[in-house]
């Protein structure tokens, strides 16, 4: 990945809250990344890969929950990825292995693979990469003979961090096969692949923000998608030029979206848009949002709505913000985002709130949490003089809540996947 330089107070607070190296940065630390991956994939396997591929892990600047309302997302990707190195075999056998501690070696044979059901645990993390070949096998005609792979995966993309871990891996295993197989799968077509494996096998009904992040934002930039027709644009998000540093505030309070309560939401946001005689919430106009509101017998899925239609309206003012040249000014539409998050949509808590809270009252610009809520992590926008202060401030408001410490880094938007080797 690469990740530009970091500010000092954000290589402060990255040692102090985080033990993950950039596992793909510039230069020499994504050629090493690469080696270390490499070697150990021969170690695994007993001969080197064809190959070494990387997909990142993202943020999200704004835009949350809206991506299956077909609404508007702002994602930048992160210097944190997942690494695969693979080659191809010829005998109908698919053999995973990640490089946890406590992973083991997944052999399942490919004629063999079939959709996990909803909440379903029978492959693990593996049934992440096992649902990217079914998806391929599914959707690609030139995979149809597809005779197996072996894959090794190094990963510095925290899990249950609401930062796409499950995404990175995902694309990195489509990119990695794509090339193996000349595919000529380009980022689009990988993102879909993946979110049709995380939907269709794994069971979690996600839109497909995570996967477009993973595949397509470019370095220097966030990236303003349309999750309904897939057009794109790179924003510049040069924060350092600005005097400003954006932090990544994991929790550690494990998310799981597919435990019902991700579900739960899309499903209500689902049967507000059929009472609304809409195609998606994306449809309601924020200035008739009143009259839609009105329109709903159901108490439940009114906050739903709301969070759906002023969301969006927030990603458009943000990149009205951005293309003004007026960074500074978007995080009071961060921290409206988190209001809405926390008592609209309900998906908070509190070591969020308290990221939210603690940042601010220290001098942040603005903060929200990020992701699919529920645990995970939070983005602060501060000034880069302020950035440390910041950092310390919110750890010391965890110590004193007896939560947990969290870990702090700062975020420098970087490339999408790619092949290193």
């Known amino acids: 990945m690469t990740a530009g330089e970091t500010t000092a107070a954000g290589r402060d607070a990255a040692s102090r809250g985080t033990a993950e190296t950039d596992a793909a940065g510039p230069g020499a630390t994504?050629?090493?990344?690469?080696?270390?991956?490499?070697?150990?994939?021969?170690?695994?396997?007993?001969?080197?890969?064809?190959?070494?591929?990387?997909?990142?892990?993202?943020?999200?600047?704004?835009?949350?929950?809206?991506?299956?309302?077909?609404g508007?997302?702002?994602?930048?990707?992160?210097?944190?990825?997942?690494?695969?190195?693979?080659?191809?075999?010829?005998?109908?056998?698919l053999r995973l292995h990640s490089g946890d501690g406590e992973s083991r070696l997944t052999e399942l044979a490919v004629d063999r693979i079939d959709p996990l059901t909803v909440g379903g645990d029978r492959g693990g993390w593996a049934a992440y990469p096992a649902g990217v070949v079914w998806a391929l096998r599914r959707t690609v005609d030139a995979f149809a003979d597809f005779a197996g792979a072996d894959i090794h995966y190094e990963s510095t993309?925290?899990?249950?961090?609401?930062?796409?871990?499950?995404?990175a891996l995902e694309v990195s295993t489509a990119l990695a096969l794509s090339d193996l197989y000349g595919l000529g799968l380009d980022p689009v077509g990988l993102a879909k692949v993946g979110q049709h494996a995380e939907n269709d096998f794994v069971g979690v009904p996600s839109g497909i923000m995570d996967q477009m992040a993973s595949a397509c934002c470019t370095a220097g930039n966030v990236l303003y998608l349309d999750t309904r027709d897939l057009t794109q644009r790179a924003v510049p998000f040069d924060l350092a030029a600005e005097g400003l540093t954006l932090l990544v505030v994991d929790t550690q309070v494990k998310h799981a979206l597919g435990d019902g309560e991700y579900a739960e939401r899309r499903a209500g946001c689902e049967a507000a848009a059929r009472t609304l005689g809409v195609p998606a919430l994306r449809d309601v106009p924020y200035a008739e949002l009143d009259a839609a509101l009105a329109r709903l017998t159901d108490p439940a899925v009114r906050p739903l709505v709301r969070h759906v239609?002023?969301?969006?309206?927030?990603?458009?003012?943000?990149?009205?913000?951005?293309?003004?040249?007026?960074?500074?000014?978007?995080?009071?539409?961060?921290?409206?985002?988190?209001?809405s998050l926390r008592?609209?949509?309900?998906?908070?808590?509190?070591?969020?709130?308290?990221?939210?809270?603690?940042?601010?009252?220290?001098?942040a610009l603005g903060a929200r949490m990020t992701g699919g809520g529920f645990g995970g992590s939070a983005i602060v926008l501060a000034g880069t003089d302020a950035a440390d202060t910041v950092g310390k401030a919110v750890e010391s408001a965890f110590a004193a809540a007896d939560f947990g410490p969290p870990r702090i880094f700062a975020a420098v938007p970087g490339a999408g996947a790619r092949r290193l080797v």
């Open 309 to 339: 239609v002023t969301e969006d309206r927030r990603v458009e003012e943000c990149i009205a913000l951005l293309d003004a040249g007026r960074t500074r000014d978007i995080g009071p539409v961060l921290l409206a985002g988190h209001a």
């Open 30 to 70: 994504e050629a090493a990344a690469a080696e270390t991956t490499a070697a150990a994939f021969a170690e695994m396997y007993g001969e080197p890969p064809a190959g070494v591929w990387a997909a990142p892990g993202r943020v999200n600047l704004i835009g949350e929950h809206t991506d299956y309302n077909d």
């Open 72 to 93: 508007f997302v702002m994602p930048l990707a992160l210097p944190h990825t997942t690494l695969a190195a693979a080659r191809r075999r010829d005998d109908g056998v």
């Open 343 to 363: 008592d609209d949509f309900r998906v908070s808590c509190r070591e969020l709130d308290v990221v939210v809270e603690s940042s601010v009252a220290a001098g």
């Open 157 to 167: 993309v925290p899990t249950g961090a609401g930062l796409s871990s499950s995404a």
